[in-house]
C-alpha cells in the first residue's frame, strides 16, 4: 500500500465526516440562520454580492426544499449539493478501503466553464434581488 493511498483515505473520510455532520445538524439551521451578520458587499453597494442568498439557499436545503435553494442561489445550492454527496461517497469508499482519485488539473474548457457558471450565477442573483 503507498503512503498516499492511506492519506486519501483518510481525507475521504474526514469529507464524509463533515457530510455526516452537516446532515445530522442541519436541522438547526433555520434558528443559526438568523445570526448572520448583513452581506458587507451589499451593504456598501447596494448591490447584492455574487453569494448572496448563501444562507437562504443553506435554510431551504435543511428544510429539503431545493426549489427554494435554486431560486436563492443556484450555484451555491449545487455545490453544497455536490459537496454532501462527494462526502458521502469518498467516506464510504474510504471505509471500504477505496482510495480517493488524485486531483488533476482541471482543462482550459472547464476552468472558462466554471468562470462562466459564477458570472451567469452573479447575474441570477443580480436580477432576482432586484426584481424581487
Known sequence: MREDGAANRVLGLYWGAVAVGLL???????????????????SLTGLPCPTCGSTRALTALARLDPVA???????????????????LIAGLAALV??????????????????????????????IHFRLG
Do not use: Q
Open 24 to 42: 445530522l445538524a442541519s436541522p438547526l439551521v433555520p434558528r443559526a440562520s438568523g445570526l448572520v451578520p448583513p452581506c458587507p458587499f451589499r
Open 69 to 87: 435553494a435554486w431560486i436563492s442561489n443556484p450555484l451555491v445550492t449545487m455545490g453544497l449539493i455536490a459537496f454532501v454527496a462527494g462526502g
Open 97 to 126: 478501503g477505496r482510495p480517493l482519485p488524485e486531483p488533476k488539473r482541471f482543462p482550459p474548457a472547464v476552468r472558462a466553464t466554471a468562470w462562466f457558471a459564477a458570472l451567469f450565477n452573479w447575474l441570477w442573483v443580480l
